[in-house]
């Protein structure tokens, strides 16, 4: 019903609008799905990280269940224990070499693997590179800690062969190598899963530009600098934040070879806080660790998306 003015005197408009407190309400109502996802997400991760602080702020003894608060004292113990620093060093490079191969190399060998000109061969490569990856690291661990083995092991059997015995040493049992070793094992079950990835975003690069690169004048390796790369920045930005937060949470391959030994040379920030957590019943301090890690991996994070979108903005 209309007044004198033209005017709707019912909750709609003249022109078939709903009315701005209706078309709110529905807004908010819209909403209900949003809050019951950040309701979950805020109760199965923000709520144990906020929980992991406090009890890390706290000697906790998970068998008689007795808690006393210490305030930071778990913090300043980090700092002066040198199996932390040990671990830091181990995660660290574990990054590094991580990023190296598992990063770059893995987009190398997806360039030339999707170079080919036989989709049958590209097709074989792409499955033989990613086998490893379908294999347990538990099996892994183990596989490699036959190889490892001093005067039986595969590798000291190749060395010998090689005439290079002089090389060969307790792969697992030298302060020295033992934390390398793990590493090699674990670049090669990782390697072929980032080539997978790195050859699906190649396949969605346009093959015009390619085409027209090649009319240009361009070889293989001028197109992989100039088309290939920054057609996969974003990718790599990825796999570089998804491999650096792998290598400080890496866990299952350290304690299958070698549990952190020996002498602790191989100990890695995750190993390091089951030690003490469930070995040494300190859960207080276990917990101070795992703060530590979270705090890292989210630091890499920020910084490489700031980084990335830097560049982004740049371009």
């Not at 709110?24 to 109502?29: E, K, M, Q």
């Not at 086998?131 to 001093?150: D, E, K, M």
């Not at 549990?259 to 070995?279: D, I, K, M, R, Y």
């Amino acid at each position: 019903m209309k007044g004198a003015a033209g005017t709707s005197t019912g909750p709609g408009r003249a022109d078939g609008a709903p009315h701005p407190i209706r078309r709110g309400l529905g807004a908010l109502w819209s909403l209900r799905w949003v809050a019951v996802a950040l309701g979950i997400v805020g109760w199965f991760v923000y709520f144990p990280i906020l929980n992991n602080f406090v009890v890390s702020t706290t000697r906790h003894d998970i068998f008689t269940g007795e808690v006393a608060q210490i305030g930071l004292d778990n913090y300043r113990r980090l700092i002066a224990d040198p199996v932390i620093a040990t671990a830091l060093w181990n995660n660290t490079a574990y990054a590094l070499l991580s990023i190296l191969f598992q990063v770059f190399g893995a987009f190398w060998l997806a360039a030339i693997v999707e170079g080919l000109r036989s989709d049958r061969w590209r097709s074989i490569w792409r499955a033989v590179y990613f086998i490893p990856s379908a294999i347990s690291t538990t099996v892994t661990g183990l596989l490699f800690y036959f190889i490892y083995q001093p005067g039986i092991g595969i590798l000291d059997g190749l060395l010998t062969e090689l005439g290079l015995e002089h090389l060969s040493r307790v792969w697992l049992g030298e302060s020295s190598t033992a934390i390398y070793a793990i590493i090699a094992m674990s670049q090669w079950q990782g390697f072929g899963y980032s080539t997978l990835l790195f050859s699906v975003a190649i396949q969605k690069i346009p093959q015009e530009l390619y085409d027209a690169a090649r009319m240009d004048g361009a070889g293989s390796l001028r197109q992989v600098w100039s088309i290939t790369m920054p057609m996969t920045r974003e990718m790599t930005g990825m796999m570089i934040i998804v491999t650096v937060t792998g290598a400080f949470q890496v866990f299952n391959e350290v304690m299958v070879m070698t549990a952190g030994g020996p002498n602790n040379s191989s100990q890695v920030l995750g190993t390091w806080l089951f030690e003490q957590g469930f070995n040494q019943n300190d859960m207080g301090y276990a917990a101070a660790i795992g703060s530590l890690i979270f705090g890292v991996t989210m630091l890499c994070g920020v910084a490489q998306l700031w980084y990335t979108r830097h560049r982004r903005v740049l371009a």
